[in-house]
């Protein structure tokens, strides 16, 4: 079965840069990416689950 993406982010989203440290040359950028694409995606999901109850509420 297939993690979520959430799940996958985590690990390497977590304040320890030794967690991070390893996704490349330019971690501070790409920890800044990570979370960045990690708040949008709970957002989207969020709107999504918003939108599905009040559709299923017309």
Do not use: C, F
Not at 37 to 43: C, D, G, H, K, Q
Request: aromatic share 4%; glycine share 8%.
């Amino acid at each position: 079965m297939a993690k979520d993406v959430l799940e996958l982010v985590e690990g390497y989203v977590g304040e320890d840069p030794l967690q991070w440290g390893k996704l490349s040359s330019q971690v501070t950028s790409r920890h800044l990416e990570l979370l960045l694409l990690r708040e949008i995606l709970v957002e989207l999901r969020k709107l999504n689950q918003t939108k599905g109850a009040s559709a299923g509420t017309s």
